[in-house]
Antibody, heavy 126, light 107 residues
C-alpha cells in the first residue's frame, strides 16, 4: 500500500523559513516524480513544485515550480531515504495552507498525482 | 498562465441521476487533463487522467471526454458517496494549474 507521510508543518512568523518532509513507502520511490500541492483554508488546490523521477530524459529541467513558489521555495529529494523535501523561505500569510505531498503517475516533474499524503499544515502569522 | 474554468460552481442532484461537470481551458492543453474528487477533510483522489482514462480502482460510472478545450466529467448514476468537490488539473507546457472546483451535493 502506498503511503506518504508529511511532517514539518508549524506556526511560523512572516519572513521565516520552514522545511517540510515527506517519507514514502509501499512503492519503488526513485522512478516516480513527486510534487507538492497546497490548499489554503476553505480554498482550492494550488500546485507548488515538482521533482522528476529517475529515467526522465525529455531534455528539460528536472524541477519546476509555480510562479508564487519560484525563488522562495526549493524542492529536493533523497532517493536513498525515500524522502521528498520542500524548503520554504520568505514566508507570508498568503502561504498559510495545508501542504500535500503527492506521487506522480510517471517520471515527468509535471504530472498527474496518483497518490496523496494527508497533508501538513503551515500557518504564517505574527 | 493557462486558466481552467469549472462549471457549475455547485451541483445538487439525487442518487441515481447523471452528473455532468465541465472544465474549460483558456488555451489548448492537448488532452493533458485530470479530474480529482476531494471529500471533506480528505486528500484529493485521482479519478481520470489524459482526459478519458480512469485511474486504478475508479468505478466505471466515472467517465471523461474532451471536445477541443472543453473537458467533461460524467458520473452516470450518482451514489451518495459521490458528494464532494471535483477539480480538474492540466499539466501542459511544464506547468500545472487546477480549476476552482465544482461542489457536488447529493440530495
Amino acid at each position: 500500500e502506498v503511503q506518504l507521510l508529511e511532517s514539518g508543518g508549524a506556526l511560523v512568523q512572516p519572513g521565516g523559513s520552514l522545511r517540510l518532509s515527506c517519507v514514502a513507502s509501499g512503492f519503488t520511490f526513485s522512478p516516480y516524480a513527486m510534487g507538492w500541492v497546497r490548499q489554503a483554508p476553505g480554498r482550492g488546490l494550488e500546485w507548488v513544485s515538482g521533482f522528476c523521477g529517475t529515467g526522465f530524459t525529455a531534455g528539460s529541467a528536472c524541477t519546476y515550480s509555480s510562479e508564487s513558489a519560484e525563488g522562495r521555495f526549493t524542492i529536493s529529494r533523497d532517493n536513498s531515504k525515500n524522502t521528498l523535501y520542500l524548503q520554504l523561505s520568505s514566508l507570508t500569510p498568503e502561504d498559510t495552507a495545508v501542504y500535500y505531498c503527492a506521487k506522480g503517475l510517471g517520471s515527468s516533474p509535471v504530472h498527474y498525482f496518483e497518490h496523496w499524503g494527508q497533508g501538513t499544515p503551515v500557518t504564517v502569522s505574527s | 498562465e493557462i486558466v481552467l474554468t469549472q462549471s457549475p460552481a455547485t451541483l445538487s442532484l439525487s442518487p441515481g441521476q447523471r452528473a455532468t461537470l465541465s472544465c474549460r481551458a483558456s488555451q489548448t492543453v492537448h488532452n493533458y487533463i485530470a479530474w480529482y474528487q476531494q471529500k471533506l477533510g480528505q486528500a484529493p483522489r485521482l479519478l481520470i487522467y489524459d482526459a478519458s482514462n480512469r485511474a486504478t480502482g475508479i468505478p466505471a460510472r466515472f467517465s471523461g471526454r474532451q471536445s477541443g478545450t472543453v473537458f467533461t466529467l460524467t458520473i452516470s448514476s450518482l451514489e451518495p458517496e459521490d458528494l464532494g468537490v471535483y477539480y480538474c488539473q492540466h499539466r501542459y507546457n511544464w506547468q500545472i494549474t487546477f480549476g476552482q472546483g465544482t461542489r457536488l451535493e447529493i440530495k
